[in-house]
T-cell receptor, first 113, second 115 residues
């Protein structure tokens, strides 16, 4: 069966520090991968999605970047965090050719101090 | 601009009672609609997905309805249980080109079920 792992679960970082969040999927190949951010009282916002290794689509101008070094690995990064980067970050995947994120990870709660 | 509005923002009910959550959307052209359940501190889990031609779809105690004419959907929960306490998110897809950017997420209804 397919599983998705996301870590860390919680993270507290100072302003200006770097960030690396990792997501891995097991039990499937060539998945579509997604990074979403969920702010309190707001709907999920699509940050990045990827249909294959090295293929990244960015949805909003921001302080973040994403990479897909392996088929089932998706990484969210930042060189210098801003206060506005605080939020709940969710990784998700779907089968090839489907746009709906079928399965979500359990998220990373990021707090910027 | 595509929008999805959910109501109420929060709801408290007693265990065993029924409830209905609302979703109004202004997404065009409409493709399909999905309800997710999100437990606190977890990722969302899909409950139902409805296409343009479907009016009602059930998943256990959850029943979703869709009125494409009025652009409204509802999620009815029957005989609520404590484990139903969660945020319920309505998501609407526009168009048919298959891009993730076509999804519009509602901000969710926070349901609390009390014993």
């Amino acid at each position: 069966s397919q599983t998705i792992h996301q870590w860390p679960a919680t993270l507290v970082q100072p302003v200006g520090s770097p960030l690396s969040l990792e997501c891995t999927v097991e039990g499937t190949s060539n998945p579509n991968l997604y990074w979403y951010r969920q702010a309190a009282g707001r709907g999920l916002q699509l940050l990045f999605y990827s249909v294959g290794i090295g293929q990244i689509s960015s949805e909003v101008p921001q302080n973040l970047s994403a990479s897909r070094p392996q088929d089932r690995q998706f990484i969210l990064s930042s060189k210098k965090l801003l206060l506005s980067d605080s939020g709940f970050y969710l990784c998700a995947w779907s089968d090839d050719n489907r746009i709906w994120p079928q399965h979500f990870g359990d998220g990373t709660r990021l707090s910027i101090l | 601009k595509n929008q999805v509005e959910q109501s109420p923002q929060s709801l408290i009910i007693l265990e065993g009672k029924n409830c209905t959550l609302q979703c109004n959307y202004t997404v065009s052209p409409f493709s399909n609609l999905r309800w997710y359940k999100q437990d606190t501190g977890r990722g969302p889990v899909s409950l139902t997905i409805m296409t343009f031609s479907e009016n009602t779809k059930s998943n256990g105690r959850y029943t979703a309805t869709l009125d494409a004419d009025t652009k409204q959907s509802s999620l009815h929960i029957t005989a609520s249980q404590l484990s139903d306490s969660a945020s319920y998110i309505c998501v609407v897809s526009a168009g048919s080109s298959g891009s993730a950017r076509q999804l519009t997420f509602g901000s969710g209804t926070q349901l609390t079920v009390l014993p």
